[in-house]
Every structure is written in C-alpha cells, then in structure tokens.
C-alpha cells in the first residue's frame, strides 16, 4: 500500500479516538468534570500513537504540510459524521452535506498540484 494510503488509515484512527474523546463523555452528563477529563487525557492518548505515524509516513510519501492538514480535516469530517448518526443519535442536514462538500473542494484544490505539474 501507498504512503498516502496508510497515511488516510492512520488518521481515520487517530480522529476515531479524539472524537471519542472529545465528544463521548456528552453521552454521560451526569458525571463529574474531573473524571470525564482524565477519561478524554487516557483516550486521546492513543490518538497520537496513530496521527503522529500517520503524518510522518504522509510527509515522507511526498505530501506537503498543507496537504496533511485537509486529508486530516476531510478524515475528521468523516469520522465526525459518522460518530454523531451512529453514536449520539443526531442527523445529518443538507446544510451538513453543503460544508463538506465545500471540504472536498478545499482537497481538489490542495491537491491540484500533484495531478498537474505548476
């Protein structure tokens, strides 16, 4: 597989377990402050065993900063969207599929140097 590729696969696990941490304890607001936070510290911690491979790996396959950075925000989006139908219940809006698709034009234009030489 392509750096790119492990690259996306990285990220994808890395954003799975920020937005978990991030976002999971909303499903538990009974519960103190203090525990939900170290519960995010201990779950996010296992967020950069994967974004900082994945970065490194997407850099030396010849992605730039700038690049890294939208197929991270891209994979987020994803992952968010998924998190917020599957886990917490909520749906998705047009309005939800407008801003992605804004996203993915973010991409081609990043990317637009890679399929055609500036």
């Not at 696969?9 to 941490?21: G, P």
């Not at 994967?50 to 197929?71: C, D, E, H, T, W």
């Not at 925000?73 to 909520?90: P, R």
């Not at 749906?91 to 030489?117: E, S």
């Amino acid at each position: 597989m392509s750096g790119w590729v492990w690259t996306a696969i990285l990220l994808t696990i890395s954003n799975a377990f920020m937005t978990l941490a991030w976002y999971g304890h909303l499903k538990f607001p009974a519960k103190a402050l203090w525990l939900v936070v170290l519960a995010s510290w201990g779950i996010a911690f296992f967020e950069y065993w994967f974004v900082i491979p994945a970065n490194r790996i997407g850099y030396a396959s010849g992605l730039n900063l700038a690049q890294l950075k939208i197929m991270q925000e891209v994979i987020t989006l994803l992952v968010f969207a998924a998190f917020m139908v599957l886990v917490m219940g909520e749906r998705l809006k047009w309005n939800h599929a407008a801003a992605f698709l804004c996203m993915i034009a973010a991409v081609a234009f990043v990317f637009l140097d890679k399929l055609r030489p500036v």
